[in-house]
């Protein structure tokens, strides 16, 4: 394995190479799974994906990590590329949890059950739509089903207009550690645009309760590229968030497709979003204010405090991603629960029904609610293993590869090694003695040099958010 020299650790608080992200920045997938999630197909019974769950518990079975999809939120943001329910009524969430806990069980009776939980996160929607008493059943359902390591990361995605302290009471009272806030932008006039009134003192309560709390780490989330924004009322937003005092932010950019998106389609696209250049500046004024600020680039929009899990997986070699982005959890088949929810084993992908009927018609049948998926060919399994070490590690160690994979890498991937040259002659990548270290000025754009190795586009562009 590589490990980062001082003079790459260095190089990584240098200044963007703007020329480089305009001329090499197109669309790309995020690389949350490889395949990417636009390639499952719902040929359900050619994918027997109903013996992916038995597959993956055959004896010395590894760590499981839990998702679970709460998918309710009170307003729509006009922005939101999420699977959401939008409603008032909080009954909603108590009968959302039957099926919820109907589906854990029918799970769960195909599990091993001493496998150890490494890792929960409840995601959205807003999980705080959830009254306190109904989390408090949500934990008690998981600590029945499954074995929780003592330890286990347990995270939770937080809209701080949609959180009490009771929430953050019950919260850490079924052991939640670590929170996901939702900011995006603290300009009120952007608010306005995006239909998310979030007044900074929101975010300050928030974090005050969960650092008294006791939450051991708390992320910010901001989106540059929103309706209305411009550089320096983003550099506003990044100095407002650097005063809560976030050990991660993850600094999206938004990907406007309205083709996907219906809700998007009220943004006015020349009159509102901002330029490409804009953008740009936006991206470099986060990417400044935060590396000034000593967090570490992680790459894909990902920063974080030197001592933080994630920077420390990084430097180890040992930084892994999974639906939610970058985690610590290597190699833990992914268990999801909710509508729209994705598992991943270490061959399989199943995603469940994305409308909420479809999802509780399946439970009440008694079947598991999987729409669609996907079945990983042997090649798929190793060009995964190579994208997910380029995203992680910022480089491909060929011995370490050579040996994972049980084949010759340089030989068996010299035509993807080949199709490398121009980002080599433009410094965005560099060839070692061990094997391939991506640059400084390459990292952000790490989604372009991993789809050098993904047939999708080395054969056939697909329609894509872009990469910055
Ligand atoms: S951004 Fe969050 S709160 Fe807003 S609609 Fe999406 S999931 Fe709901």
Not at 74 to 85: A, L
Not at 175 to 198: E, M, W, Y
Not at 218 to 234: C, E, R, S, T
Request: glycine share 6%.
């Amino acid at each position: 394995m590589i490990l980062p020299t001082e003079s790459t650790l260095a190089a990584r608080t240098a200044p963007l190479a703007l020329d480089l992200i305009r001329k090499y920045s197109i669309p790309g997938p995020r690389y949350t799974s490889y395949p990417p999630a636009t390639q499952f197909t719902a040929e359900l019974p050619a994918l027997r994906l109903a013996d992916a769950i038995a597959e993956d518990n055959a004896p010395g079975a590894g760590p499981v990590s839990l998702y679970l999809h709460l998918p309710f939120c009170e307003t729509r943001c006009w922005f939101c590329g999420c699977n959401t329910v939008v409603t008032r009524r909080r009954g909603a969430a108590a009968e959302y949890l039957d099926d919820l806990a109907r589906e854990v069980q029918l799970t769960t009776a195909l599990m091993d059950r001493n496998r150890p939980v490494t890792q929960i996160h409840l995601g959205g929607g807003t999980p705080t739509f959830f009254p306190p008493d109904e989390l408090r059943r949500l934990g008690a359902l998981l600590h029945d089903q499954f074995k929780i390591a003592p330890g286990a990361e347990f995270s939770v995605e937080v809209d701080p207009r949609r959180l009490t302290e009771d929430h953050v009471t019950a919260l850490r009272e079924i052991g939640v550690n670590r929170a996901s806030l939702g900011v995006q932008d603290t300009d009120p006039k952007v608010q306005l645009a995006i239909h998310r009134f979030q007044p900074q003192h929101l975010n300050v309560r928030a974090i005050e309760w969960m650092r008294a709390a006791g939450f051991a780490s708390i992320n910010v989330d901001l989106i540059f590229g929103l309706p209305i924004q411009k550089p320096d009322g983003f550099a506003r937003t990044i100095d407002d968030v650097l005063t809560l005092n976030p050990d991660r932010l993850s600094v999206f950019s938004y990907a406007h497709v309205p083709w996907i998106k219906p809700a998007q389609k009220i943004f006015d696209d020349r009159e509102q979003l901002p330029t490409a250049e804009e953008k740009l500046a936006m991206f470099a004024i986060a990417h400044e204010k935060l590396t000034a600020a000593r967090f570490v680039d992680l790459g894909l929009d990902h920063f974080a405090r030197p001592d933080d899990s994630l920077a420390v997986a990084q430097r180890s070699g040992t930084l892994h991603r999974n639906f939610q982005g970058y985690t610590t959890q290597a190699e833990a088949s992914l268990y999801a629960f909710g509508v729209s929810s994705i598992s991943a084993t270490a061959n399989t992908y199943r995603q469940n029904h994305k409308a909420m009927l479809e999802w509780r018609a399946s439970l009440a049948a008694g079947k598991l609610p999987v729409e669609r998926g996907l079945r990983l060919t042997d090649e798929d399994q190793r060009r995964r293993t190579i994208i997910m070490r380029l995203m992680c590690d910022r480089r491909l160690d060929y011995a370490a590869l050579s040996q994972k994979l049980g084949l010759d890498f340089a030989k068996t991937y010299a035509a993807d090694l080949g199709r490398l040259d121009d980002l080599r002659e433009d410094g965005l990548l560099r060839f070692t003695a061990q094997g391939l270290e991506v640059t400084s000025p390459g990292i952000p754009l790490l989604r372009v040099i991993a789809m050098r190795f993904d047939p999708l586009f080395t054969s056939a562009p697909r329609r894509h958010a872009q990469a910055i």
